[in-house]
């Protein structure tokens, strides 16, 4: 069965920081990769997207994720954090599934930023 | 654009009930599916309905149904409440079922406490 994993369950950074969340997945077909954010009291919203082309991609808030096919890999990074990136972080993977897309998710990221 | 709307926000059972939570998908959105948000678990996949059939089923019991209606609205329906129920359950609606690059928008969820 497909699974994802995101090895780090609970980050604390502080504000400037550099962020990177890890995402391996075990999938052997064609995946299309996501990113999605829950911020506290907030709806879980995309944050960023991978399907073809450019492994790097980037999304809203300065966010990007790299796309490392033979790690089976898709880790999130940010620059510099900031305490508005204070949110619950989870990485998904679409697998095709009865002439249907369904996403399996992992886990999640708890990510606390001091300010 | 009205977003995807979950009622109730959040509903107080005891072991043994049963309960209904419906969900109005993004207005054009023919897919709606459900999934079981827990601290410990992440997201897990529930059902997937696409034009009042369903398409994708997860790896819950059968107490855990569901059904679409012809103008996309969706009910998950669980009976015979257990504890380990207790849990945010989301909807999220997409456009097409058949596009693996397509975003899900998910809805603020119904939180279900039962005790």
């Known amino acids: 069965a497909q699974s994802v994993s995101q090895h780090n369950h609970h980050v604390i950074l502080s504000e400037a920081a550099s962020l990177e969340l890890g995402c391996n997945y075990s999938?052997?077909?064609?995946?299309?990769l996501f990113w999605y954010v829950q911020y506290p009291g907030q709806h879980l919203q995309l944050l960023l997207k991978y399907f073809s082309g450019d492994p790097l991609v980037k999304g809203i808030k300065g966010f990007e994720a790299e796309f490392i096919k033979s790690k089976f890999s898709f880790n999130l990074r940010k620059p510099s954090v900031q305490w508005s990136d204070t949110a619950e972080y989870f990485c998904?993977?679409?697998?095709?599934?009865?002439?249907?897309?369904?996403?399996?998710f992992g886990r999640g990221t708890s990510l606390i930023v001091h300010p | 654009k009205a977003g995807v709307t979950q009622t109730p926000r959040y509903l107080i059972k005891t072991r043994g009930q049963q309960v209904t939570l419906s969900c109005s998908p993004i207005s054009g959105h023919r897919s709606v599916s459900w999934y079981q948000q827990t601290p410990g678990q992440g997201l897990q996949f529930l059902f997937e309905?696409?034009?009042?059939?369903?398409?994708n089923k997860g790896n819950f019991p059968g107490r855990f149904s569901g059904r679409q209606f012809s103008n996309s609205r969706s009910e998950m329906n669980v009976s015979t409440l257990e504890l380990g129920d207790s849990a945010l359950y989301l909807c999220?609606?997409?456009?097409?079922?058949?596009?693996?690059?397509?975003?899900?928008?998910f809805g603020s969820g119904t939180q279900l406490s039962v005790l």
């Open positions: 999938y052997g077909g064609t995946v299309n």
């Open positions: 999220a609606s997409q456009k097409d079922v058949g596009a693996t690059n397509e975003k899900l928008f």
């Open positions: 309905y696409f034009s009042e059939t369903q398409r």
């Open positions: 998904a993977v679409n697998v095709a599934s009865g002439g249907s897309y369904i996403p399996t």
